[in-house]
């Protein structure tokens, strides 16, 4: 495969690298595919770069629930 970068690619193309990049979204899947699906819209459209989608979402990703504090003889409650 050639570049994935916006300025060497077509809308087509770019829909193709998303779909075969996330799988069979009609699967046996719980409806998380079409989230992704709609977090590189904006690829898709040649709005941004994917690797600034993906940067953005590590960057924003928390997941909200603090883990136990570590004691010295394991983890405390």
Do not use: H
Not at 32 to 40: E, S
Request: glycine share 12%; proline share 1%.
């Amino acid at each position: 495969m050639g570049s994935i970068l916006i300025k060497d690619t077509t809308r087509e193309q770019r829909e193709r690298i998303v779909a075969e990049s996330i799988g069979n979204v009609n699967g046996s899947c719980d409806g998380c595919a079409a989230g992704l699906i709609d977090m590189y819209q904006d690829y898709i459209d040649g709005k941004k770069e994917i690797r600034d989608i993906n940067m953005a979402f590590r960057a924003n990703y928390e997941s909200g629930i603090d883990g136990p504090e570590k004691s010295e003889c394991g983890y405390a409650r």
